[in-house]
């Protein structure tokens, strides 16, 4: 059944660009489909998430649910981190428009990257982020888009299991195996590879 | 309320406490196992990848509970903070019935000789509490045979000269060989190492009315839907329950042993499923909550006689606690190493678990057990990005091909790696919750560090074209091998239970569990947890027909 928290990208960034007009960025509380966050905040976070996992010959996070599964989390089990990530996102966009005079969202690809990697590494200026540690807002952020992202996807992420065709993992990977002698799934070919670790 | 009285009472129906009831049971005495958690049937078992006893990132699958559990942890620092099961630092066991059996991965190692005499093969350890069991591995060998058997256990330890003196080869074969194995045997074979085929709780064919393994990749931290996973909730529990001697109560919680003003238990009080506090009368208690609970319950259960617990007069409870530390390192390949068949682990070394030079122990090594996607993204090699486009080429390109070996090193025991009762926070019950607290010695850190190497070195051979070794780190070590707690000794000065596993100036109350390790072993901690339960219940039913137990 589809989870009604669930949006795809087009659908996101409809809703998204219909409400950014409404709502200022961390007022109020939920609206829309989400549960604990704002459009505006999801919207930012969808971009952030992007980053982390961006969309290339596979799906990116964005595209995988990675909002709506975060947003559940932060409704449900990890109720405890939507201040942190309010605020977060909240200083996030600050950052943006401090340095680039406009949105996060609106911040080219790459500027969102270098943003990111600042706000990763704690080298925040000015009052932007008073109340919330950059790089553990970060922490958060990229541990909880890799959990969408690669995660089962009961819980709102992973849609269309796209990570784990990605990799190759037989789809669905919970399943048994004849005993012996076990037919060894055929083996895909792998894209080649566009960069090896180490040359980022 | 009281109820009708007992002979024994069993807190706890994990490794220990299962195959305890069954025996007890078996011999004809009455027994009623308390269990804080509930069953978990094999039709229900789902595998969430971010809910379940591997990888608890969204809540543990198997309990305790979330929110009637909290512990409070202390870091290096001396910083406390509330946890709760989910988190590492929680050192969580799972609350079920049959305990961490139902999800554990089910590798069935005995200890060497030499892990029960870790003291006069070392010496004296600065700084440590090492010393030796007051057993032999002699003295456990036909009750780790008796496991083997009764329980079930695959595998073909043969080729491994460093094992100890066996009877019987293992009841069932191994499972034909993944593609890891494929790969590192050839490559250990040319360093001149023994690999074999590892023991694993788990049926390689049909045994005992439950079917062989699936070879599903996703095994351990679940339940087997198939029920091919050899826990004591599908063995000896059932056996126990079938004498119609043991009444199994689930959801029941501990609150304290009770004991009388001539140091004689008289039975356990603990809070019903309906959260209503009762008290059981029995004969003798049995301890079985796994080493951090049943350190609790003995520091709570304090009398005129024991103002700081059970067994705890020389300050011995809680202490010495340790799991293992996991050391290993990751192999990428050029080649395909995955090919999605499980359980998991299936080839390891021994050739590591002693005679390091200069290091008092070791462990054994083993392909790593399990690859959920989530947990592989945080492999990639120091030094490169882990997010953004490299990531992505990273995960598509080793994901299916890299080989983790890892094991556990023995640990040397520190008197400050301990559990004590919190004197603030308390449970949903009311009850004082643990606190945990202390580090790991140096030596431990740098034997890791070296199982580490060794392992690079085996991943180099198997032609990985880059290596990277996961290292040891300086926090407490718990978690699912959690052992040591309730010391067994000869010396009731330095110990919690004598060599009967009866805690010291009691004369009736047991603890059976990992507690009671003096040292853990370079392996998973399990079969020597049974086999040691197999050989304690069997003292406590000669004593019980000498008379000595009955109140």
């Given amino acids: ?200 | 309320m009281a109820l009708p009285r007992v002979n024994a009472v069993v807190v706890g129906s994990g490794a220990g406490g299962g195959v305890t009831a069954c025996v007890l049971a078996e011999a004809g005495l009455s027994v009623v196992m308390l269990e804080r958690g509930r069953w978990h049937s094999p039709f229900e078992e789902r595998k969430d990848d971010l809910v379940n006893q591997r990888n608890s990132s969204l809540g543990v699958a198997y309990g305790p509970d979330e929110d009637k559990n909290p512990r409070v942890f202390v870091d290096l620092e001396g910083r406390a903070r509330i946890v709760r099961p989910r988190e590492g630092e929680y050192s969580a066991n799972a609350a079920c019935v049959g305990g961490g059996t139902v999800s554990y991965g089910g590798q069935a190692w005995r200890f060497m000789p030499q892990d029960f005499r870790m003291r006069s093969l070392y010496g004296a350890v600065a700084h440590s509490t090492l010393e030796d069991w007051p057993l032999s591995y002699d003295d456990l060998e036909p009750y780790y045979e008796r496991v083997e058997y009764e329980l079930g256990v695959s595998g073909d330890v043969e080729p491994n000269p460093f094992k100890g003196p066996r009877r019987k080869p293992l009841p069932m074969p191994p499972m034909s060989p993944t593609r890891e194995h494929e790969i590192l045997e050839p490559a250990a074979l040319r360093l001149g190492l023994h690999p074999f085929d590892l023991p694993l709780l788990i049926n390689s064919v049909p045994r005992s009315g439950r079917s062989a393994c699936m070879r599903v990749r996703w095994c351990v931290g679940f339940g087997c839907e198939t029920g091919a996973k050899n826990g004591t909730h599908n063995t000896v529990i059932p056996r126990a329950l079938a004498t119609g001697n043991c009444h199994l109560r689930t959801r029941c919680v501990a609150k304290q042993v009770l004991v009388d003003g001539h140091g004689r238990a008289t039975g356990v009080a603990y809070f019903d499923e309906n959260d209503r506090l009762r008290e059981q009368p029995a004969d003798l208690v049995v301890v079985s909550g796994g080493a951090t609970e049943s350190a609790r319950l003995l520091l709570l259960s304090k009398g005129r006689l024991f103002p700081g617990g059970i067994g705890n007069r020389y300050d011995w409870v809680g202490r010495n606690l340790q799991g293992h530390t996991y050391t290993g390192a990751v192999g990428f390949f050029e080649q395909e190493t995955y090919d999605d068949v499980g359980p998991g682990a299936c080839i390891a070394i021994c050739d590591y678990n002693h005679g390091n030079p200069g290091l008092a122990g070791g462990g054994m090594l083993a392909n790593d057990f399990i690859r959920l996607p989530y947990q592989f993204v945080r492999e990639n090699p120091p030094g490169t990005p882990r997010w953004g486009r490299a990531h992505k080429d990273f995960m598509r390109r080793y994901y299916r091909r890299s080989i983790l070996v890892f094991g556990p090193t023995q640990e040397i025991p520190v008197w400050d790696a301990r559990v004590q009762l919190d004197p603030e926070v308390k449970d949903h019950w009311g009850i004082p919750v643990l606190r945990l607290s202390g580090g790991k010695h140096a030596q431990s850190i740098e034997i890791g560090n070296h199982q580490a190497r060794k392992a690079a070195e085996w991943l180099r051979e198997a032609g990985a074209s880059l290596v990277v070794e996961r290292k040891a780190g300086p926090g407490l070590s718990g978690h699912q091998h959690q052992a040591g707690t309730c010391r067994m000794g000869n010396d009731p000065r330095t110990s919690v239970v004598d060599r009967d596993c009866r805690v010291h100036d009691m004369a009736n109350v047991f603890v059976v569990d990992a507690s009671v390790h003096v040292t853990n072993g370079g392996f998973n901690p399990v079969l020597t947890i049974m086999a040691n339960a197999f050989r304690a219940s069997e003292g406590i039913v000669k004593a019980w027909r000498g008379g000595g137990l009955r109140g």
């Fill in chain 1, 1 to 200: 059944m589809d989870d009604p928290y669930d949006v795809d990208r087009r659908d996101f960034l409809k809703t998204g660009a219909t409400a950014a007009a409404a709502t200022a960025v961390g007022c109020g509380g939920p609206t829309g489909r989400w549960r604990a966050l704002t459009e505006d905040e999801a919207k930012i976070l969808a971009a952030a998430c992007d980053q982390i996992v961006p969309p290339d010959q596979d799906p990116g996070a964005a595209q995988a649910g990675a909002v709506a599964f975060i947003d559940r989390q932060l409704a449900t089990r990890l109720k405890d981190r939507l201040e942190v990530y309010q605020r977060g996102l909240r200083a996030l966009d600050a950052m943006a428009r401090r340095r680039h005079g406009k949105p996060f969202t609106d911040v080219p690809f790459d500027a969102q990257t270098a943003l990111l990697q600042d706000v990763e590494k704690g080298q925040v200026e000015g009052t932007d982020w008073s109340g919330v540690q950059p790089a553990a807002f970060f922490g958060l952020v990229l541990d909880h888009t890799m959990m969408a992202f690669y995660g089962d996807p009961r819980h709102g992420g992973n849609r269309g299991r796209v990570s784990w065709k990605m990799l190759g993992v037989p789809d669905p990977p919970i399943r048994g195996r004849l005993h012996e002698a076990p037919a060894r799934p055929a083996v895909a070919p792998l894209p080649p590879p566009s960069a090896a670790p180490g040359k980022g």
